[in-house]
């Protein structure tokens, strides 16, 4: 059954309809009374989220909806009810104006729902949810259920944070293994202790990738495979080798990295690769990344 699988799959793609049967499997989750959170977690890890079905499959999951479908228009009732309440008070206090730039009014009603406002900013909480955030406007429409699904990638987020030095130790061990030239030049050159991997990573290369791109990435953080983010940083050190070997320090790797935001073919390749290479040793145990659920 998997060598059929195969080959239908590989002939889709030839003749231009890759991820045909995917699609379908997908829909029929979709159709599931209640959801089921695992098998469409599973889903995100094993293919890339059709874009038809993205926002539906990300709200769920995110926890923006509920399992239910009966539930769901009163929970996006509630919803509408607790942004329009918070964005109000927001004006009436002068917090923000029409010149607030989207991501930030955001950001400012999170700070205000969650009784942090008065407390100041935290610069790298800010930077995250605002990077977030930005990416899910460019992809999303709705900025109510944009609000809610920034919320959901924040708590995710949050467990990168609580994961980082985990992530950091795996990101050498893996770099070491998979470019072990490319790692000692970042070693002689004392480069990885300043890279702004937690940054990159709790944002999942938000304002590094283009949003396009990204978006897969993301497919597989939403279905809770928090190391893929090791393996996107890997191949933009493998797809940018020769630059990186020139870089002899961390003010022109950092501006090395920043040249390729705008790159869409250049963000297609590297996420490309993170995907191969992540679903190459997903299974190692060497590095301890768990298989899908069944």
């Given at each position: 059954?998997?060598?059929?699988?195969?080959?239908?799959?590989?002939?889709?793609?030839?003749?231009?309809?890759?991820?045909?049967?995917?699609?379908?499997?997908?829909?029929?989750?979709?159709?599931?009374?209640?959801?089921?959170?695992?098998?469409?977690?599973?889903?995100?890890?094993?293919?890339?989220v059709?874009?038809?079905?993205?926002?539906?499959?990300?709200?769920?999951?995110?926890?923006?909806?509920?399992a239910?479908?009966?539930?769901?228009?009163?929970?996006?009732?509630?919803?509408?009810?607790?942004?329009?309440?918070?964005?109000?008070?927001?004006?009436?206090?002068?917090?923000?104006?029409?010149?607030?730039?989207?991501?930030?009014?955001?950001?400012?009603?999170?700070?205000?729902?969650?009784?942090?406002?008065?407390?100041?900013?935290?610069?790298?909480?800010?930077?995250?949810?605002?990077?977030?955030?930005?990416?899910?406007?460019?992809?999303?429409?709705?900025?109510?259920?944009?609000?809610?699904?920034?919320?959901?990638?924040?708590?995710?987020?949050?467990?990168?944070?609580?994961?980082?030095?985990?992530?950091?130790?795996?990101?050498?061990?893996i770099?070491?293994?998979?470019?072990?030239?490319?790692?000692?030049?970042?070693?002689?050159?004392?480069?990885?202790?300043?890279?702004?991997?937690?940054?990159?990573?709790?944002?999942?290369?938000?304002?590094?990738?283009?949003?396009?791109?990204?978006?897969?990435?993301?497919?597989?953080?939403?279905?809770?495979?928090?190391?893929?983010?090791?393996?996107?940083?890997?191949?933009?050190?493998?797809?940018?080798r020769r630059?990186?070997?020139?870089?002899?320090?961390?003010?022109?790797?950092?501006?090395?990295?920043?040249?390729?935001?705008?790159?869409?073919?250049?963000?297609?390749?590297?996420?490309?690769?993170?995907?191969?290479?992540?679903?190459?040793?997903?299974?190692?145990?060497?590095?301890n990344?768990?298989?899908?659920?069944?």
């Amino acid at each position: 059954m998997d060598d059929k699988r195969n080959f239908r799959s590989t002939y889709y793609e030839k003749v231009g309809c890759r991820g045909v049967e995917e699609r379908k499997s997908l829909e029929i989750l979709l159709k599931d009374k209640p959801l089921n959170v695992l098998k469409l977690k599973q889903f995100c890890i094993l293919f890339t989220v059709p874009n038809i079905h993205r926002n539906v499959l990300w709200n769920f999951l995110l926890g923006v909806t509920p399992a239910y479908t009966d539930s769901r228009q009163y929970v996006m009732q509630q919803r509408i009810a607790v942004y329009d309440d918070l964005l109000r008070a927001l004006q009436v206090m002068g917090t923000i104006d029409d010149k607030t730039p989207k991501n930030r009014v955001l950001y400012a009603m999170w700070l205000l729902e969650t009784k942090q406002l008065c407390l100041g900013f935290d610069l790298q909480q800010e930077c995250s949810f605002v990077n977030i955030t930005e990416v899910l406007l460019q992809v999303f429409e709705n900025d109510i259920e944009i609000y809610w699904m920034a919320k959901g990638f924040h708590v995710l987020s949050e467990e990168i944070r609580e994961e980082m030095g985990m992530l950091l130790d795996l990101t050498e061990t893996i770099l070491e293994k998979e470019d072990n030239g490319i790692y000692i030049h970042l070693k002689q050159c004392d480069i990885l202790p300043g890279l702004p991997l937690p940054k990159w990573y709790s944002s999942f290369f938000s304002g590094v990738l283009s949003e396009l791109a990204l978006i897969r990435i993301w497919d597989k953080i939403c279905g809770r495979s928090n190391k893929i983010v090791i393996f996107v940083f890997i191949e933009i050190m493998r797809t940018l080798r020769r630059r990186v070997l020139r870089c002899m320090d961390l003010k022109s790797l950092l501006e090395c990295i920043d040249s390729i935001k705008d790159e869409q073919e250049t963000a297609d390749m590297i996420v490309n690769k993170a995907i191969e290479l992540w679903q190459q040793n997903k299974g190692h145990k060497e590095y301890n990344i768990p298989k899908p659920l069944n």
